[in-house]
Nanobody
Framework: VQLQASGGGLVQAGGSLRLSCAAS????????MGWYRQAPGKQRELVAT???????NYSNSVKGRFTISRDNAKNTVYLQMNSLKPEDTAVYYC????????????????WGQGTLVTVSS
């Protein structure tokens, strides 16, 4: 199972970006999917998560500005980021809890490679 994230870049404060993360491989079922971020010198933190049923959860720092969504048919999760602030600058990682067809008795967490978001002031 692989996760491929894309959509990062450089944007001015107040701007918007949309991140995408597609899961591929021998997937039987994907449960929770989410986005995390890690700023320079800081620990990785949760940004937003979505269950397979669409229940979402956001960190307080992004609530009202970011929206997580997913297309279960495409095994893809999105993060729409609006009103970006310089403090949103970080490497953003997608995460998915997946049951693979090779081992349907277990669910593992997989991570994407990270995509850099830089917000200039």
């Amino acid at each position: 199972v692989q996760l491929q994230a894309s959509g990062g870049g450089l944007v001015q404060a107040g701007g918007s970006l949309r991140l995408s993360c597609a899961a591929s491989g021998s997937i039987f079922k994907i449960y929770g999917m989410g986005w995390y971020r890690q700023a320079p010198g800081k620990q990785r933190e949760l940004v937003a998560t979505s269950t397979s049923g669409g229940t979402t959860n956001y960190s307080n720092s992004v609530k009202g500005r970011f929206t997580i969504s997913r297309d279960n048919a495409k095994n893809t999760v999105y993060l729409q980021m609006n009103s970006l602030k310089p403090e949103d600058t970080a490497v953003y990682y997608c995460n998915a809890h997946v049951t693979a067809t090779q081992d349907m008795d277990a669910t593992f967490a997989y991570w994407g490679q990270g995509t850099l978001v830089t917000v200039s002031s």
